[in-house]
């Protein structure tokens, strides 16, 4: 349940004066969240909200309905909830929802193939600190988890995003993921109507 990488992070700054190139090393621990970690996950997803709140919707969440500490104690409890964690700080800075379930709307959705259950892989409620981002960090938790989707037998990669989300969508398209279409609902039943994006990676065998 433990994964842990070190990757190279760099900085190109560009003022009139002057050009800098800041590298340093980062070392990520992904893991399967715990108890612990659930106030920290809730500062994320709060973070996000306050975020877009001040600077405009993207995944549209909201701060008090979705997602609250009760979706995140859902995936504690079921052992879906997974975390990034920056181990020279100890600071967790991504957090999201790892599982086989796919919600009902994704049968509008035209995915590649028909899979079992088993052979799909889902990301739910997948969020990194404003404060943390343009580190590497989404693009991190994305590749752990991929790793566990082969290392769990798994064919495929799907998860959904507001088709406001245009910073997510351009991440996942970058890392290999295909649109497969738009549904238009309240799948946490918060109370509005959003336009959600499918999206896709088969996964090549290794």
């Known amino acids: ?3 842990k990488i070190s990757t190279v992070v760099v900085y190109f700054c560009k003022s009139i004066e002057s050009q800098t190139i800041f590298l ?3 070392t990520m621990i992904f893991r399967k969240a715990t108890e ?7 500062g994320i997803y709060d973070a996000i909200s306050d975020w877009e709140a001040a600077n405009g919707k993207q995944c549209c969440w909201e701060k ?6 009760e979706t995140i104690e859902a995936g504690l409890s079921l052992g879906e909830l997974y ?14 929802i ?17 899979a079992a259950l088993s052979e799909v892989l889902v990301l739910h409620t997948f969020g990194v600190d404003p404060a943390m981002q343009k580190k590497g960090y989404g693009s991190a938790f994305m590749s ?3 790793k566990m989707a082969y290392d769990a037998g798994c064919k495929t990669l799907r998860l959904d995003t507001v088709i406001s989300n245009k910073k997510s969508q351009a991440m996942y398209k970058k890392l290999g993921f295909n649109t497969t279409g738009q549904w238009e609902g309240d799948p946490n039943e918060v109370g509005w109507t959003l336009t959600f994006i499918g ?8």
């Open 64 to 69: 008090g309905f979705y997602p609250t500490i």
């Open 36 to 42: 612990s970690d659930a106030k920290r996950c809730l």
């Open 24 to 26: 340093y090393n980062i």
């Open 83 to 96: 975390v990034l964690e920056d181990e020279e700080t100890g600071q967790v800075v991504s957090c999201g």
């Open 144 to 146: 752990f988890y991929e």
């Open 199 to 206: 999206l896709e990676k088969v996964l090549l065998p290794k």
């Open 1 to 3: 349940d433990q994964y």
């Open 98 to 114: 790892i599982n086989h379930s796919q919600p009902e709307f994704y049968k509008l959705f035209n995915w590649a193939f028909e």
